[in-house]
């Protein structure tokens, strides 16, 4: 599940983390007083709050809302009002939303923070090593996905124990690899650890400030919060369950969430069904080195049943921005065999005519493996993760 930005803002500056002043607004009038609650001078920022980062860099489908995109930064107070007008109501394109974009129904007005720098950090689940994955960038001119893609070695992956907090040698790694000045030592030990220790307490799947900001004293600001939650967890936390927004959510997301699956949709093109956020990242970063974009990816989850299963994989399969599925499975609680079936039942009702890629590790693999040869379906079957990204790839080529 995921939540706005003012939002996630909220709850991380409970554990310690700066945030700039800042109101939410739901009409220009209403933008117009909380811009003169948080910063009698101004300058302010302007921020449509749909669910999707690159908001900056977007642009508006209706021809009323001038030439600015998602955040706006607004130096006049009698410019707020016209600024806000243009942007509620309107339809929000970004590289995260597709073509259709979203309705901005409110806003975030917050003060203007002045930085001398400014950089990305985030928190994941690293599955594979039972571990949490602190990921540090300098981004600036630069765009945290096309990094992911083009220059994945100007982003730092450190591990962080599942308890505890961060010591001062990972801190100072963090510094030396960000080129940060010493003066924001302290800030940020207490921004990662506040960060972190938020991740656990609320079953967090991914938390992202982009970016991060330094003052000129060194503190450290959030300058934008994004937070994923495990579906899975929310029972255990009915505050955040509450913030869940619907209207936001698209379609695939709203019928993947009935079978507690989570959906999750991207700018690229190929649609990938793991069980685990680690295998997805793991498979998302090996398709990005070869220079492919995911599309979307359908993460199932043990304890379901055949019907579910196939209910899932059609959700992929019918997603018009996917020309290549990689179904990569690590079978434990979740049988490889389940899927496999579930593949086949899937295919044989709504066709199969994009390259399909699977490998399957674990419980029941080779009678998963043999449903899948018996079927006589153009499946391709692989070893390895690596192998299986390789030969998605090289099939979509030879598609095209």
Not at 183 to 200: A, E, P, T
Not at 277 to 306: E, I, P, R, S
Request: proline share 3%; with cysteine; net charge positive.
């Amino acid at each position: 599940m995921n939540i706005h930005e003012y939002q996630a803002k909220k709850i991380l500056n409970r554990y310690g983390i700066n945030i700039p002043k800042g109101g939410i607004a739901y009409t220009p009038v209403e933008a117009r007083r909380t811009a003169a609650r948080v910063s009698s001078k101004g300058p302010w920022v302007l921020k449509a709050q749909i669910q999707s980062g690159a908001r900056k860099k977007g642009y508006f489908l209706e021809k009323k809302t001038g030439n600015g995109g998602g955040i706006r930064t607004i130096k006049k107070r009698t410019e707020i009002v016209k600024n806000a007008e243009q942007m509620l109501g309107s339809t929000l394109v970004t590289i995260q939303t597709g073509p259709k974009g979203k309705t901005v129904s409110r806003l975030y007005v917050e003060a203007f923070s002045r930085v001398e720098q400014s950089f990305y950090i985030g928190l994941a689940i690293d599955r594979v090593n039972a571990a949490l994955t602190l990921l540090a960038a300098n981004t600036i001119n630069e765009d945290i996905s096309n990094l992911a893609i083009n220059h994945p070695e100007k982003i730092l992956r450190m591990p962080l124990a599942l308890e505890g907090k961060t010591n001062m040698a990972q801190v100072k790694l963090v510094m030396e690899f960000l080129r940060l000045p010493k003066k924001c030592g302290n800030s940020l030990k207490r921004l990662i650890n506040g960060m972190h220790q938020m991740f656990l307490d609320y079953d967090a799947a991914m938390i992202e400030i982009n970016p991060v900001g330094m003052l000129r004293t060194g503190a450290l600001v959030a300058l934008d919060a994004k937070i994923s939650f495990d579906d899975n967890a929310l029972y255990r936390h009915p505050d955040i369950k509450r913030l869940q927004d619907d209207y936001e959510a698209s379609d695939r997301e709203l019928l993947a969430a009935k079978y507690r699956f989570t959906y999750s949709e991207f700018d690229g093109s190929v649609g990938c069904i793991v069980n685990g956020d680690g295998v997805a990242m793991a498979a998302m970063d090996l398709l990005a080195k070869q220079g492919v974009g995911t599309a979307c990816f359908l993460n199932v989850k043990g304890g379901v049943d055949k019907d579910k299963i196939i209910s899932g994989i059609k959700i992929i399969m019918t997603n018009p921005r996917v020309e290549g599925i990689l179904i990569n499975i690590l079978g434990g609680f979740l049988r490889c065999n389940l899927i496999a079936e579930g593949i086949v039942s899937a295919a044989s009702e709504v066709g199969l005519n994009v390259p399909l890629v699977v490998r399957f590790e674990g419980t029941n693999k080779d009678e998963a493996k043999d449903i899948l040869t018996k079927s006589k379906l153009p499946i391709i079957m692989a070893e390895t993760m690596e192998e299986a990204t390789k030969i998605l790839v090289k099939s979509m080529e030879v598609n095209d």
